[in-house]
């Protein structure tokens, strides 16, 4: 596979469950991103990691819960979510966080979360 | 703090026409970078043109070129002879320079609904 993939792509979910997104990229970079994207409004910024260090946490419910156990994976852990955060999950990667390597971020397909 | 408008939520084009989308932004800096994305169905998102501020010629590639107006902050992509598969989400973005902090940051408009008529 090439490129930044997630799974699954599609998660139906109960408000007590206990689920992960899974963000894996095949390009070599440093930093990955976590986004949430909701109808009609801007993409969120949610998480960042550089070298598996987090450097972002953007105001974040402790309901999500990030987990870079390296440079290529990235996860997401959900728990006891509410139904305002279903929305389209989208992991990004890029070269660097800093300089010309934070340039362009790449992105994943998405998981798409539904939360009853 | 930075914001990106766009201000038309939803466009049409037929087939082989030319389409412009609009984007404006608002900053106090003068190094920075400005990206329009594209996401189909599919939702991947897929960087279609990036432009530095520091550079006075619009950026092109392909069909797809900007209108970068610095003094208006304003960052049109223009796409030429509209395709099929370019029926898409258009998102413009925008990230500080590489002389500031936090500049990993990007700051997305609400985006651009493209239809393609055929």
């Known amino acids: 596979e090439t490129g930044v993939t997630q799974t699954p792509r599609h998660l139906v979910m109960g408000m007590t469950n206990k689920k992960s997104l899974k963000c894996e990229q095949h390009?070599?970079?440093?930093?990955m991103y976590w986004y949430k994207q909701s109808a009609k409004k801007p993409l969120e910024l949610m998480f960042v990691y550089s070298l598996e260090e987090r450097v972002e946490n953007n105001s974040v419910p402790s309901r999500f819960s990030p987990e870079c156990p390296n440079s290529s994976h990235l996860f997401l852990h959900l728990h006891t979510l509410q139904p305002e955060d279903s929305a389209l999950y989208l992991c990004?990667?890029?070269?660097?966080?800093?300089?010309?390597?934070?340039?362009?971020?790449?992105f994943g397909p998405g998981t798409r979360l539904t939360v009853l | 703090a930075q914001t990106v408008t766009q201000s038309q939520p939803e466009m049409s084009v037929q087939e082989a026409e030319t389409v412009t989308l609009s984007c404006t932004y608002d900053?106090?800096?003068?190094?920075?970078?400005l990206f329009w994305y594209k996401q189909p169905p599919s939702r991947q998102m897929i960087l279609v043109i990036r432009?530095?501020?520091?550079?006075?010629q619009n950026a092109t590639e392909n069909r797809f070129s900007v209108n970068f107006q610095k003094a208006a902050k304003s960052f049109s992509l223009k796409i030429s002879d509209s395709q099929l598969g370019d029926a898409a989400m258009y998102f413009c973005?925008?990230?500080?320079?590489?002389?500031?902090?936090?500049?990993?940051?990007?700051?997305f408009g609400k985006g651009t609904l493209l239809t393609v008529n055929p």
């Open positions: 990004a990667s890029s070269q660097d966080l800093g300089g010309m390597g934070a340039d362009t971020q790449y």
């Open positions: 973005a925008y990230r500080r320079g590489n002389s500031g902090g936090s500049n990993y940051k990007l700051t």
């Open positions: 390009l070599g970079h440093n930093a």
């Open positions: 432009q530095e501020a520091y550079k006075q």
């Open positions: 900053t106090s800096e003068s190094d920075y970078y």
